[in-house]
């Protein structure tokens, strides 16, 4: 007797293992395909743009200070090269921007088509006229420069610098050591230091994933619309005002100096980062990956930005690696259910059965990410599980030997399925659902078993050998 209920448990055991080698499997599968993913969205931004953070207007200048100095009884000549930059007092940025997906193969990513309008102000031009900081020094400054820099210069497609209603001719490039990606024009020679000074860009830019702004100004506003209905608003400021509908978003911030250092990074040139990487707040969907274009993503060295990304909140690849991780509970489950019905009701069920029972369940997980690649994740996943639903309530009719305990054991199956579709669906409340649902099922077997005598079973379970599996009743 006892041999053979330990050989039984010796066979669960030795099926337990090969269920979770093959769930490992699965996994990795899974994050196999959502590396190709990563490398396909990747391929896109290298032939388009990447993620995208504007940085401007603002005004720099180079300058050089020359002088001489003492030194042992000998004349040394001196040098100083430095950079003066002039922030814009305030700053308005408002735009649209459109969002279509590009794909490479069976892999697709969100590109953006943005068209901006930015206008910025300064009261005077007077910090830019340098005076001598060494005794007798020699200061020569190039002409001052309007700058707007950008991620990913490729993206520009169409740019337009007005200075106090004047047109100017835009050129490529910042002239700005650590800013050097974007688009500059010369300021014109005759204008005033004490005079003030508005300067319009008119902007058009392409980018993937995340689309974010400096807020340079001591007072900065932004303003932008979109047609893609889930945006994830990230970096260090959410928007002041929201509106998301299916035709698409609109957000306001308003950002003030007092309550950001943006400008004073800016000055001792931080690194310009993508500011999803920074935190934030999704609406519809995980926070962008970032990548920096310029030290290290998410460090204190960062510039402040505010922005959003363009994410999908369906990521299939995600999706299917939060249902794997479910497996070995959908397969504890299923046991537990065959091992009901098995001691209940005096069947006996081979360990060949219960593996192949499990292998049933665990195949559901392959067929839902090759099936996602092809079709919408709701259709692929009501697909798979109808197929395991059907397959495992016809063979439990047989193992259980009666249509009437294989049709409860695939309604049974198909509850624990439409579970998971929606912890899936779940973020910040799956845990409790999860939790709650377990609960639930370690009650209906405590209920179902409650007057059991275990000993009493155990010691009156027949040692003879199976019988042959009977065909299933009708119904």
Known sequence: ????????????????????????????????????????????????????TLLGPLLHM???????TTEEKRLVRQRRDFTVDLTPSSLAISGTS???????????????????????????????AMGNQNTGSKVQCDPAVLMLAVSDARGIRQAQMKINGAVQVVQAGTQHAAYPRGIHAILPSNM?????????????????????????????????SSNWPHPSFTGQF????????????????????LGSNAEQSVLSQSALCNGTSMGGSSNDGPSAAATASAGVAGSTNCVETLGLGFIDPINTYSLSDRA??????????????????????????????????????????????SLSEHLAFPLAYAIAASACVLLLSYYASYMLHSWKRGLPFGVGIAALYGLLYMLLQLEQTALVVGALALFA?????????????????????????????AQPETL
Not at 43 to 48: E, R
Not at 62 to 68: F, G, H, K, V
Not at 100 to 124: C, D
Request: proline share 4%; net charge positive; hydrophobic share 50%.
């Open 192 to 224: 005033q230091a004490n005079a003030p000074m508005v300067a319009e860009v008119e902007l058009e830019l392409l980018g993937t994933e995340s689309l974010n702004f400096v807020p340079l100004g001591s007072a900065t506003q932004v303003n932008l």
């Open 98 to 128: 459109q969002v279509e997906a590009r794909a490479r193969g069976l892999h697709a990513t969100q590109v953006y088509t943005y068209k901006s309008h930015i206008t910025a102000q300064w009261p005077q031009l007077k910090a830019l």
């Open 238 to 257: 959410l928007p002041s005002e929201r509106k998301i509908s299916e035709e698409g978003f609109e957000a306001n911030w308003r950002i003030s100096a």
């Open 441 to 469: 099922v370690l009650a209906a077997v405590m209920m179902l078993t409650r007057k059991v005598d275990w000993y009493g079973r155990l010691q009156a379970a027949p040692a003879a050998p199976a019988t042959p599996i």
């Open 324 to 369: 794997t991780k479910y497996g070995l509970l959908f397969i504890t489950l299923t046991f537990v259910t065959v091992g009901l019905f098995e001691f209940m009701r005096g069947l006996r069920v081979h360990p060949v059965q219960y593996l192949l029972v499990g292998a049933a369940i665990s195949i559901f997980f392959l067929l839902l990410v």
């Open 62 to 68: 180079r300058c050089t200070e020359e002088w001489s």
């Open 1 to 52: 007797m006892k041999s053979t209920i330990f050989g039984k448990f010796a066979g669960l055991l030795l099926v337990a293992i090969l269920l979770l080698l093959g769930l490992d499997q699965i996994t990795r599968l899974v994050h196999e395909r959502q590396g190709r993913h990563q490398s396909a969205v990747d391929s896109v931004a290298s032939s388009l743009a990447g993620s995208q």
